[in-house]
Protein backbone atom coordinates (compact mmCIF):
# COMPACT_ATOMS: atom_id res chain seq x y z
CA UNK A 1 0.00 0.00 0.00
CA UNK A 2 1.35 3.71 -0.75
CA UNK A 3 1.64 5.91 2.16
CA UNK A 4 -0.38 9.12 2.50
CA UNK A 5 2.38 11.35 2.05
CA UNK A 6 3.80 9.70 -1.47
CA UNK A 7 -0.40 10.38 -2.32
CA UNK A 8 -1.02 13.49 -0.92
CA UNK A 9 2.13 15.59 -2.76
CA UNK A 10 4.14 15.40 -5.88
CA UNK A 11 7.39 13.25 -5.85
CA UNK A 12 10.29 12.69 -8.39
CA UNK A 13 9.37 10.32 -10.95
CA UNK A 14 5.87 10.08 -10.39
CA UNK A 15 3.38 10.39 -13.18
CA UNK A 16 -0.16 11.90 -12.37
CA UNK A 17 -2.90 12.46 -14.53
CA UNK A 18 -4.64 15.74 -14.66
CA UNK A 19 -8.18 16.83 -13.81
CA UNK A 20 -8.84 17.15 -17.84
CA UNK A 21 -6.75 13.49 -17.98
CA UNK A 22 -3.67 14.53 -19.46
CA UNK A 23 -0.61 12.27 -18.01
CA UNK A 24 2.44 14.47 -16.46
CA UNK A 25 5.44 13.14 -15.17
CA UNK A 26 7.37 14.58 -12.19
CA UNK A 27 10.65 16.09 -13.20
CA UNK A 28 12.06 18.36 -9.71
CA UNK A 29 10.43 18.96 -6.64
CA UNK A 30 12.38 22.62 -5.41
CA UNK A 31 12.61 24.37 -2.22
CA UNK A 32 9.63 26.46 -1.64
CA UNK A 33 6.70 23.95 -2.36
CA UNK A 34 7.05 24.11 -5.99
CA UNK A 35 7.34 21.07 -8.47
CA UNK A 36 7.99 20.82 -11.74
CA UNK A 37 5.97 18.25 -14.05
CA UNK A 38 6.53 17.44 -17.55
CA UNK A 39 3.73 16.65 -20.22
CA UNK A 40 3.77 12.86 -21.04
CA UNK A 41 3.84 9.57 -19.12
CA UNK A 42 7.61 9.63 -20.49
CA UNK A 43 8.44 13.18 -19.22
CA UNK A 44 9.09 14.43 -22.79
CA UNK A 45 6.56 17.04 -23.34
CA UNK A 46 6.07 20.88 -22.23
CA UNK A 47 6.80 21.62 -18.31
CA UNK A 48 4.82 23.15 -16.08
CA UNK A 49 5.27 24.17 -12.55
CA UNK A 50 2.60 23.50 -9.51
CA UNK A 51 2.72 23.69 -6.17
CA UNK A 52 4.26 20.42 -4.38
CA UNK A 53 0.63 19.47 -3.00
CA UNK A 54 -1.66 20.82 -5.34
CA UNK A 55 -3.02 17.14 -6.14
CA UNK A 56 -6.50 17.69 -5.43
CA UNK A 57 -8.48 16.57 -8.49
CA UNK A 58 -5.17 14.60 -9.85
CA UNK A 59 -4.81 10.76 -10.11
CA UNK A 60 -1.38 8.98 -9.15
CA UNK A 61 -0.83 6.68 -11.91
CA UNK A 62 2.81 5.59 -11.27
CA UNK A 63 5.50 5.66 -8.39
CA UNK A 64 9.00 4.21 -9.12
CA UNK A 65 9.14 3.80 -5.56
CA UNK A 66 6.24 1.23 -5.00
CA UNK A 67 5.97 -0.13 -9.02
CA UNK A 68 5.14 -3.40 -7.89
CA UNK A 69 1.49 -2.20 -6.77
CA UNK A 70 0.63 -1.69 -10.29
CA UNK A 71 -0.61 -4.24 -12.69
CA UNK A 72 1.40 -4.45 -15.95
CA UNK A 73 -1.09 -6.22 -18.27
CA UNK A 74 0.80 -9.44 -18.01
CA UNK A 75 -1.48 -10.97 -15.55
CA UNK A 76 -3.49 -14.48 -16.00
CA UNK A 77 -6.37 -14.94 -13.71
CA UNK A 78 -6.54 -18.92 -12.34
Do not use: C
Amino acid sequence: MIPDKRVNSFHVGQVWGSPKGTFYRVMDRQRGGKATLRLGADGSGRKMVRDWDAVIGWVLYGDPEYADEYPTGQETRA
